[in-house]
């Protein structure tokens, strides 16, 4: 019975993130780029995670809802939501890579994004959700700098 009571409120957890994430969907397209020709410089970005609808569907007590899975990330100006577009991306003087998502299990899981350095090693950010990631940066001719 307690694991039966823990599935609920996973399922109604579930069905939370995902009428949020549905939300937020909308919002996400309704900001302009900031391209890689215009320079900023001291400003500062967060990074939001971005979701794919699976084209499952999940039946909580008699209603199919839709289920989404962690698919990207986007940089965003902090100031103005605009979505950051760039070439090149380098943290703390490392030119990154590559980078990947992925969501950590459980309840309070926290979304992640790894950014990985040609010596084998990488860095990592992890936020609930949407936002909590902010760092300073530059854009100059394609290329983003983190510090």
């Not at 215009?38 to 970005?45: D, M």
């Not at 950051?84 to 299990?105: F, H, M, N, Q, T």
């Not at 994004?113 to 902010?134: C, D, L, Q, T």
Request: proline residues 1%; contains cysteine.
């Amino acid at each position: 019975m307690n694991t039966n009571k823990k599935t609920r409120v996973a399922i109604v957890a579930s069905i939370c993130l995902m009428i949020f994430l549905a939300c937020l969907q909308d919002t996400i397209h309704a900001a302009e780029s900031i391209s890689s020709g215009q320079e900023n410089i001291q400003n500062a970005l967060y990074i939001e995670f971005t979701y794919q609808n699976t084209g499952k569907t999940v039946n909580v007590n008699g209603v199919n809802v839709q289920s989404v899975k962690l698919s990207g990330f986007i940089l965003k100006n902090t100031e103005t939501n605009q979505e950051i577009k760039y070439k090149k991306l380098i943290i703390d003087g490392r030119a990154v890579i590559g980078s990947r998502v992925y969501a950590e299990p459980g309840i309070s899981g926290m979304n992640v994004v790894e950014f990985s350095f040609n010596n084998g090693k990488y860095i990592k950010f992890s936020a609930p959700m949407k936002g909590a990631i902010s760092k300073k940066y530059a854009l100059k001719n394609g290329t983003l700098t983190l510090w």
